[in-house]
């Protein structure tokens, strides 16, 4: 059975910092899920993963993650990827403590 | 305890010395990502889901008052003011940087520490049995052995790069509590009949996606063949083991495709020849290592009589005391799980409390249990009545030692990158569902382990009730398992069958254990021994009470 | 093209005999009358088999396919043991990281790629502290 294609983020972890990093549309990262660049084709999917992947001395483990367009912004699908964007659930810690 | 020689010391200066320069050369391109990551791993370094992850080594589960003063100081400094106690006897620090690490790898050879080989694929931080040196039951101190594969193991040239990880644990009692059978090589103690000391060696056990119980591959092996037997076990391992599939490289996998007969053939026909080509351990270095653990000089107080125990007090000498072998001592088991907590989380603060604790009370000695918890494993009974005031003040004084809400929880999918679910909120549910002390105490020994994925650091296939965190199409899913035994009974637990939902598995828990107190014969018998005689099947009609209807009709 | 080195750094290879091939040698094949050679091994040779030819045999080569394979320290440790004193290179992707190691179980050489030769240059080689180790301490009489 083939998989709905769902519109793509490219996401990975910081080198120096290990937080978890977002590809815009301006080439660079981000901290913030809602400012990443969307793809919305399995093409523009290969081209952002291709485009992502050239920071190998700012970001690692970079990969693509489903997403899904709230008022115009990329939301997070998986609860994996919820989780990434908030921090840990015992403690307000990571990036929802932060401003 | 053991501490330092020159050459300890200044080992470990040099690893620290060397992680820097590798953190450099990772910066400025020598190193790529996937050369880089196993160096920093075998310095206990992981990218997490949040942030990196520092593993501190707790060389089998041993530290003192200063140490632990460091690692507070750490988590203040670097970190967010807490530490979390690992099922490997380790601590680990949630949010260190990467510029970090090293000077954090700094601080810690301040006090004799390091994060040495706590991941990667060599040989881990070997374990041992958290009262050893201590305990009524023993028959011999596991930590000169430990600390002897110690100090063979730390960057051995040989078997820094093997097909997976590698992990060795040591018990000297007849109570197996450092779940000697769930390692790739698990040592137990013994004496042959002509009384000579020497090990019952054990390989191939371990949890994860494929559970095994450890197979005896030597009786008896004697105490002055250790390393060259372990070298043969080692590269047997290196040579043969599979590297073509991560799922299927341990040691376990090996023995199980090859065959213990075959597997032992081979080890014994390489330790053979490796004991006329080795050199034998230099008896001064096995001789230091023992004056090491002589036991601390004991107090010969009077033990005194209180007349009126508050009732707190009276549940903490009932769940958290152990018999010591000095009959006016005991062994204190510190909970870090407070109801609703996160099972072995210490803030700083406690940290430093129990640093004093043990400097006053525990002739400076601290040990941290695979179950997660801190123990002061020499305590003089008088002093047990401050000891329980101090714990008090400080929140660590929960009566809860091997009882329903000791939990053994890994950090799941709030922390980990590997996890497939959360494991801390089931584990804080659940104790909050069994708040009550005196219920927990009524329904007794109970051990709980909770893993967020299949690598069962969570230990979940010897919990007596064992909790699986899964991912199933997009939402989180929880399988039991009942029956697990972690101890010298060691048993792998059997699934119940379906898993449930997030907001189901604290509901369904609640239902196996109200049907245990319903068919226990007795008080006395404990819920291990209620399954054993009963099976699964009481167990399975409380949880899927649909399906039994079912079959009814 | 690739880059030998050794304790003292990047070297010239100074190697002039054969290289066999394991099974080409083992068959018998061709082997040189008088003057020594070298056998390049795999991964699943045991040296016990090449044993009998220490005397003949001048240089092991041992291949490291990646240097998370860690085999071939495994067996240039088992040449030593069973008494080879002839050369052992190590062949393939080996770090600066894996030198101390590598050096420990006996190898004598490293031949890197190019490539990883100029990405980790010599001077990183050279810095590598060939220090004291917990198993020679263990067993130091």
Redesign the interface.
């Known amino acids: 059975m083939a998989r709905k294609f769902l519109p793509q983020i490219a996401t990975g972890?910081d080198?120096?910092?290990?937080?978890?990093v977002y590809f815009t549309e301006q080439g660079d990262w981000t901290r913030k899920h809602s400012d990443a660049v969307v793809a919305e084709t399995p093409e523009q999917a290969e081209t952002l993963l291709g485009a992502a992947t050239l920071f190998?001395?700012q970001v690692?483990?970079v990969y693509l993650a489903d997403a899904q367009l709230v008022n115009g912004k990329p939301a997070p699908?998986?609860?994996?990827e919820i989780?990434?964007t908030k921090?840990?659930?015992?403690?307000f810690?990571?990036?929802q403590a932060e401003v | 305890m053991y501490s330092y020689s020159n050459f300890d010391a200044a080992f470990v200066r040099d690893r620290v010395k060397e992680f820097r320069g590798q953190v450099e050369r990772r910066l400025d391109g020598s190193l790529t990502e996937d050369e880089f990551k196993p160096l920093r791993l075998m310095n206990g370094l992981y990218l997490q889901l949040h942030a990196y992850m520092l593993r501190v080594a707790i060389p089998y589960g041993t530290l003192n008052g200063a140490q632990m003063r460091q690692l507070a100081h750490i988590a203040d400094k670097w970190d967010k003011g807490y530490g979390h106690l690992t099922t490997r006897q380790n601590i680990q620090f949630n949010w260190p940087k990467l510029k970090d690490v090293p000077d954090i790898l700094d601080a810690l050879a301040d006090v004799s520490m390091h994060a040495i080989q706590t991941s990667g694929n060599c040989i881990r931080n070997v374990t041992a049995d958290h009262f050893a040196g201590a305990a009524a039951d023993e028959i011999e101190d596991p930590r000169p052995t430990a600390e002897l594969i110690r100090q063979w193991s730390t960057d051995h040239p040989e078997f820094a790069y093997l097909p997976r990880k590698f992990k060795v644990a040591v018990t000297g009692a007849p109570n197996d509590r450092a779940v000697t059978k769930a390692h790739d090589i698990g040592l137990r103690m013994v004496r042959n009949k002509a009384g000579e000391p020497g090990y019952e060696v054990v390989i191939g056990g371990g949890l994860g996606r494929t559970p095994m119980i450890g197979k005896v591959v030597r009786d008896f092996l004697p105490r002055a063949d250790l390393l060259a037997y372990l070298e043969a076990i080692l590269q047997v391992y290196n040579l043969s083991g599979r590297r073509d599939n991560k799922y299927k490289a341990r040691i376990k996998i090996l023995v199980h495709e090859t065959g213990l007969e075959e597997l032992k053939a081979r080890i014994e026909e390489t330790f053979a020849r490796n004991q006329t080509l080795l050199e034998p351990v230099d008896a001064g270095v096995v001789a230091r290592i023992n004056a090491s653990f002589a036991p601390p000089e004991w107090d010969r107080r009077a033990v005194p009589d209180i007349p009126h125990l508050d009732a707190g007090f009276r549940s903490f000498l009932d769940t958290n005391i152990a018999a010591h072998k000095q009959s006016d001592y005991a062994i204190v088991t510190v909970s870090t799980k407070p109801i609703g907590g996160t099972p072995g989380d210490v803030t700083s603060e406690q940290m430093r409390v129990l640093a004093d604790l043990a400097e006053r009370y525990s002739h400076d000695e601290l040990r941290i249990s695979h179950e997660q918890n801190v123990i002061l494993p020499h305590v003089h009974r008088a002093d047990l009545a401050v000891i329980y005031g101090r714990l008090r003040e400080a929140g660590l004084h929960t009566a809860n030692i091997g009882l329903v809400s000791d939990i053994i929880a890994c950090p799941g999918m709030d922390y980990c990158a590997l996890a497939t679910a959360r494991s801390i909120p089931v584990a804080q549910k659940i104790s909050e569902a069994f708040s009550d002390l005196q219920a927990q105490h009524d329904i007794g020994d109970l051990k709980i382990k909770i893993s967020g994925c299949i690598n069962a650091c969570g230990h979940h296939h010897v919990g007596h009730i064992g909790i699986l965190g899964l991912d199933r199409a997009g939402v989180e899913n929880y399988q039991i398992t009942l029956g697990g035994d972690g101890t010298e009974t060691a048993a792998i637990g059997e699934r119940t069958g379906p898993g449930f939902a997030y907001d189901e598995i604290v509901p369904a828990i609640e239902r196996i254990v109200n049907a245990y107190l319903d068919i226990r014969e007795s008080a006395e018998e404990a819920f291990l021994d209620t399954y054993r005689r009963v099976g699964a099947e009481p167990f399975k009609a409380v949880l899927y009470p649909e399906s039994n209807k079912a079959n009814a009709a | 093209m690739s880059q030998l080195i050794n304790k003292t750094g990047f070297i010239e290879d100074d190697w002039q005999g054969e290289i066999l091939p394991f099974d080409a040698f083992w068959n018998g094949q061709d082997l040189p009358e008088e003057e020594p050679f070298g056998v390049a091994i795999d991964v699943a040779t045991d040296p016990f088999d090449l044993q009998p030819w220490f005397g003949r045999v001048d240089m092991i080569v041992i291949p490291f396919a990646g240097f998370a394979d860690g085999r071939g320290f495994s067996l240039a440790r088992k040449l030593r043991q069973l008494g080879y004193q002839g050369r052992i290179r190590a062949q393939g992707h080996l770090l600066v990281d894996q030198f101390r190691a590598a050096m420990r179980v006996g190898i004598d050489q490293l031949e890197i790629s190019d490539d990883l030769a100029a990405r980790m240059p010599e001077h990183q080689w050279k810095a590598v502290p060939l220090s004291d180790s917990y198993q020679s301490h263990l067993n130091a009489a």
């Open positions: 972890n080198l120096l910092e290990g937080d978890v190998p001395h690692v483990g699908v998986h609860f994996r989780f990434r921090g840990p659930s015992n403690y810690h990571g990036k």
